[in-house]
């Protein structure tokens, strides 16, 4: 057997999350991250017939049977995930029945997936019939993101808009824009729901007054996506209580846009 420590996803998982930790985005046991590992072969690394515990869903993800997710564990924290995977870290395969995880490794102290999970999978369901090789749910709360959540409309036109014209790249990474939920209690079916609602024309959705959630194809692209967008914020914040005398127009928005081909949200645009 290899080790699955030296795996390419574990380090990329471990990595990723010192990193947002650093950045200041997971405080505590803030933040989740869920990688569908349909591109790796397990076996490799593990004895699949080996099944540690059998953890319920709460709701059935029968679409995703089968499949393993590698994802951080409920209460635990970012910051030690690096130096402790195997209690921060858990591998789940979705049982037969869909309404069951099946663990393979990790959560060795008795601990189990995210309290998000189940917005981590409806995510993941949502965003695959869209692009069959999405791989990652992030979920964090970046500051200035959450800053901006204070003092802008949640709505998402709106504040997507103000996004773009916070850095000329912003409607190239993001052209699908930013879907916005409002505050909802989280942990819950119902913002998993709405959450992967929104996924079906976003793979950025805030959560009103709480964070950021975001899917993508790779670890790379989706912390970049959620970086951006961070990025964005922060200048927002740092400019929005001074007078501003220039703008990224509209006009130059589109002209950004169809330079790189991006196909972009036109009716977040007045031109
Ligand atoms: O897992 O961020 O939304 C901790 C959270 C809950
Ligand atoms: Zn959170």
């Not at 699955?4 to 405080?27: C, H, P, Q």
């Not at 989740?32 to 072969?41: G, P, Q, V």
């Not at 049977?65 to 209460?75: E, N, R």
């Not at 928005?253 to 972009?264: N, S």
Request: proline share 3%; hydrophobic share 40%; glycine share 8%.
């Amino acid at each position: 057997m290899k080790n699955i420590l030296e795996s390419r996803f574990m380090v990329e998982m471990m990595k990723t999350a010192s990193n947002m930790y650093r950045l200041g985005w997971d405080e505590r046991n803030g933040g989740n991250i869920s990688y569908l590992l349909a591109d790796y072969d397990l076996s490799l690394y593990l004895d699949l017939s080996k099944v540690e515990r059998v953890i319920p869903l709460g709701f059935d993800a029968s679409p995703l049977k089968g499949q393993c997710f590698l994802v951080t564990g409920s209460g635990k924290y970012f910051k030690n995930v690096e130096t402790d995977p195997e209690n921060n870290l858990g591998i789940v395969r979705i049982g037969e029945d869909g309404v069951s995880a099946e663990l393979l490794w990790g959560f060795k102290d008795g601990g189990r997936m995210t309290s998000e999970f189940p917005a981590h999978l409806m995510s993941h369901m949502a965003r695959l019939e869209k692009d069959e090789e999405n791989r990652i749910v992030m979920h964090c709360h970046p500051t200035y993101t959450l800053a901006m959540n204070y003092v802008h409309p949640l709505d998402e036109k709106e504040f997507t808009h103000s996004l773009w014209q916070m850095c000329t790249e912003c409607i190239v990474v993001f052209p699908d824009g930013v879907g916005v939920l409002p505050w909802m209690l989280c942990g819950t079916n119902e913002i998993g729901e709405a959450t992967a609602e929104k996924m079906k024309t976003f793979r950025l959705v805030i959560w009103g007054m709480h964070g950021i959630y975001g899917a993508g194809k790779t670890m790379d692209e989706t912390f970049g996506l959620i970086e951006t967008v961070e990025k964005a914020a922060e200048i927002y914040m740092l400019t929005s209580s001074l007078p501003r005398i220039n703008t990224i127009s509209d006009d130059q928005l589109k002209e950004l846009a169809e330079y790189f081909g991006v196909k972009y949200r036109k009716d977040f645009l007045s031109c």
